[in-house]
């Protein structure tokens, strides 16, 4: 292989806002480090001159028998995609990929998997599972991200890196000039844990009355949280919120909550801890790995309302300020982007 490898990138054939964002990282990392790189998928990759991109997209369709063999004929495109590329290693970027995983290990091609966390539905995860045995190469931006998985698979792990784009997010409001308000961004689903924190704002007001919320995105259970905020005036629903609102919302808050029930290794903890927010999160995926209890954020260990309500008063009865500063350091020294270029030339060459 030259020093300027050639990588084919398999990525998801639905559009989703959060999964083009990942893959803008990941193509201007390989940009980096790369002579050509091809992408496959719905989703935009980082526009630059070396990246190349083949729009493979279906509808985003509710109907999941639809959604199956969609997902089974853009395998099967994208197998046949990587017969017509010459390339040095291919990265497949979804998980329930099983297919491409598995034909490109029997044509002896070099790839890898990028493992992410479960979700809610078993058939993916069952899917997803196979992929991952089938795969020659797991990469994971996390160690932990692989105890959601069954099974010892070391061997054949490998830890990508991501990163925080740090001339973007950082702190602009003083910690110490913040009001009392803690935050939520993200999906609005039952995954990510948005109706246990609604549940869990009345008992956190008893203990801590003058607490403020503020939420921002949207999704299946967004009518929950404005029906939650048209009756509590401790409740701001942002809606949806551009990339450009993002860094005044982290520096707006006190503490980040992120009571998800499955992760891997989630941007919006890096951008919040970026900014000198403090992240409060259940322990689960790749979190364990970013956040020490108390000292640069703090997990707790499930997402039930009475978790969350302990959990919340417990953060903002310490010494924030402090943990403010470690969460920004944390950030600062171990997920640049110079760092995310180390790890895949590694993976890649």
């Known amino acids: 292989m030259t020093n300027d490898p050639t990588v084919l990138l398999l990525g998801s054939p639905f559009a989703n806002p959060s999964r083009e964002a990942f893959l803008k990282k990941l193509t201007r990392v390989l940009e980096e480090i790369c002579d050509t790189v091809h992408v496959l998928g719905a989703n935009e990759p980082y526009d630059a001159g070396e990246v190349h991109w083949t729009e493979l997209s279906v509808p985003d369709d509710k109907n999941q028998l639809f959604r199956y063999l969609s997902l089974i004929d853009c395998q099967l495109q994208a197998l046949r995609f990587a017969r017509t590329i010459s390339f040095d290693f291919c990265i497949v970027r979804i998980t329930p990929y099983l297919i491409p995983a598995a034909g490109l290990r029997l044509s002896c091609a070099d790839s890898g998997t990028i493992v992410t966390q479960r979700t809610s539905n078993p058939v993916n995860n069952f899917i997803s599972t196979l992929t991952i045995y089938a795969s020659e190469q797991l990469i994971v931006e996390s160690e932990h991200v692989l105890n959601e998985w069954a099974g010892d698979l070391t061997e054949k792990t490998v830890v990508g890196a991501t990163y925080v784009d740090q001339s973007r997010f950082e ?16 999906l609005l689903n039952e995954r990510k844990g948005i109706a246990e924190l609604m549940q869990s704002i009345p008992s956190v007001r008893q203990s801590e009355p003058d607490i403020h919320f503020r939420i921002g995105g949207a999704g299946p259970l967004s009518k929950l949280v404005t029906e939650s905020a048209s009756k509590s ?19 707006s808050l006190e503490l980040f909550v ?14 919040a801890m970026a900014c000198g927010t403090p992240v409060l ?11 020490n209890d ?49 790890r895949y030339e590694q993976i890649v060459s």
């Open 233 to 251: 005036d401790a409740i701001d629903y942002l809606g949806y919120l551009p990339d450009d609102e993002l860094v005044e919302f982290y520096n």
């Open 258 to 271: 992120l009571p998800t029930e499955s992760e891997g290794l989630p941007n919006v903890a890096l951008e």
């Open 281 to 291: 999160a259940t322990a689960v995926g790749g979190l364990p790995d970013l956040i």
């Open 294 to 342: 108390g000292e640069n954020g703090f997990l707790m260990e499930d997402n039930r309302p009475g978790t969350i309500d302990v959990n919340i008063s417990r953060a903002l009865n310490s010494d924030l300020q402090a943990v403010s500063e470690r969460a920004r350091d944390t950030v600062r020294e171990k997920y640049t982007f110079e760092n995310a270029v180390r």
């Open 171 to 186: 702190v602009e409001t003083p910690f110490s000039n913040r009001e009392k308000v803690v935050g939520y961004l993200g």
